[in-house]
C-alpha cells in the first residue's frame, strides 16, 4: 500500500482480556517496528523485525507481550491480559533502510 | 544511559514568526538524527533529517543544525503557519542501537493567530 495501515484504529477492552494489534507495512519494506507512546509523552520501542532475521524483542515490558511477523509482511501484537497501565498508542513504522514511516496506530484503552 | 531530550515541552509563536524547537541528545556515537512532527491523532510525520558528517541541512521552510561538540540538534521553521502546530520530536539513531530510533519526550508547538 502506500502508507502503513494499523488497525484497529481504536480498541476499548476490558482487563485482563487478550488484544490484536495488526501493521501492514509498506510493500518491498523489510524493516518493522513497533513502538508504545503513552499520553504526552515520546515513543518507547518495543520489538524489530528485520527480513527473516530473529527479532530484537529487548522492549517488550513484560512476558505478556508478544508479536509476530508473518512472510515478511503484516505483523500482529499480541497483549494477553491487559492491564490498565497498558493503554496507549501503540505504533507501527516500517523502513527499506533509514526511511521510516509510521502508520497512525491504534488507541488502546483498557478499562 | 543514553537519551534523547527536547529542551522544553511547549512552545508558543506568533504566526508568520520563526520557531526554533531544541533537541540535546547525550550518544556521542549517535550518527543520524530525524525530526518528526505529531499532529493529533496521527502517527509521526517525517520532516528532515541530518547525518553526523553535516552541520546544517535544509528542507522548505525548515532548517536543521547539528553541533556535535555539545550535543545538540535544533529545527527551525521559518514563517511559522497555523498548520505547523504539533508535537515535534526529534530522533537519534546510531552506535548500538544502529537500527532502533530514540526519541524524546517531544515539543507541543502553538501558533497564535
Known amino acids: 500500500g502506500a502508507g502503513v495501515s494499523q488497525s484497529p484504529s481504536n480498541k476499548v477492552t476490558e482487563k485482563g482480556k487478550d488484544v490484536e494489534l495488526r501493521c501492514d507495512p509498506i510493500?518491498?519494506?523489510?524493516?518493522l517496528y513497533w513502538y508504545r507512546q503513552s499520553l504526552g509523552q515520546g515513543l518507547e520501542f518495543l520489538i524489530y523485525f528485520q527480513g527473516n532475521s530473529a527479532p530484537d524483542k529487548s522492549g517488550l515490558p513484560s512476558d505478556r507481550f508478544s508479536a509476530e511477523r508473518t512472510g515478511g509482511s503484516v505483523s500482529t501484537l499480541t497483549i494477553q491480559r491487559t492491564q490498565q497501565e497498558d493503554s496507549a498508542v501503540y505504533l507501527c513504522a516500517s523502513s527499506l533502510h533509514y526511511g521510516y514511516t509510521f502508520g497512525s496506530g491504534t488507541r488502546l484503552t483498557v478499562v | 544511559g543514553e537519551s534523547v531530550g527536547l529542551h522544553l515541552p511547549t512552545l508558543s509563536v506568533q504566526e508568520g514568526d520563526n520557531s526554533i524547537i531544541n533537541c540535546a541528545y547525550s550518544n556521542s556515537a549517535s550518527d543520524y538524527f530525524i525530526w518528526y512532527k505529531q499532529e493529533s491523532g496521527k502517527g509521526p510525520q517525517f520532516i528532515i533529517d541530518?547525518?553526523?558528517?553535516?552541520d546544517k541541512r535544509q528542507g522548505q521552510r525548515v532548517t536543521v543544525l547539528l553541533n556535535k561538540t555539545v550535543k545538540h540538534l535544533s529545527l527551525q521553521i521559518a514563517a511559522t503557519q497555523p498548520g505547523d502546530s504539533a508535537v515535534y520530536f526529534c530522533a537519534e539513531i546510531g552506535g548500538s542501537n544502529d537500527y532502533k530510533l530514540s526519541f524524546g519526550a517531544g515539543t507541543t508547538v502553538t501558533v497564535r493567530a
Open positions: 541530518i547525518r553526523s558528517n553535516m
Open positions: 510493500s518491498g519494506h523489510t524493516a
